[in-house]
């Protein structure tokens, strides 16, 4: 069981040693710094989201978070909805849609949330912890999915319409997703069950709060974003000159 806890992040952080457990991957650090660069050279449309995308991703892979996930289910899973619901925004506003999408709207919606549940399956969440090049796989479709999703919904040549289902369709399938993990009546992520008792929790409180957190503020994002489309939409255009 501890195999697929040190694929990446390490053994699983205890109260003891989690802020002493900062990450410092080289390629990881390098990546940050490709990505930190291209914000600063100006090749992103907005650099105030491309720095706070940054900062994001600095707390989920450089922090001690990195190193909480490998201990509770819970924490793997506030990393994954920082990922998707606040990272993925802020990477498509910094690096938005500059051509028109050629996938449809509902197909990215569609690819996104089965990425969602594929990885919140048991086996292909072990699966996805127990080497390196998994874990990456892991992270990098979540993010990916999730950008390539954001980008069409904020695209300027978006209607609010079908923007606004798509938020409504990701927030309903993410409720479902954490309602199933609310609800299930024993622990299924057998992986974080050895570690859950330093951290004064049994696996299936923790199983059951990482459910609440996909259920509740994961959505707050999509929330916020769908208001603000149809507000934007509803305000009296100014008549051109």
Known sequence: MMDFMIAYCGPAAVPEDFWS???????????????????ASGRSSDARAGWGAIALMGIVFVSPLCALSSALFSARVLHHIILIS??????????PQRRANRVPLATLVAAHAVILWLWHAPGAYAWGLASV?????????????????????????VHSGPALLALAATIGQMGLLGAVIVFASVPLYAVHIASTASWGLTPLTDQQLA????WVPAMLPYLGVGLWIAWSSLRPREPAL
């Open 21 to 39: 457990r900062w990450n410092s991957d080289p390629l990881l650090l390098v990546a940050l710094s490709v990505l930190a660069f291209a914000v």
């Open 211 to 214: 459910g609440l957190l996909m």
């Open 86 to 95: 606040a990272v993925a925004p802020l990477l498509a506003r910094a690096f």
């Open 133 to 157: 090049p998994a874990y990456w796989l892991m992270q990098i479709s979540l993010l990916g999915s999730a950008w390539l999703m954001w980008r069409a919904i904020l695209a300027p040549a």
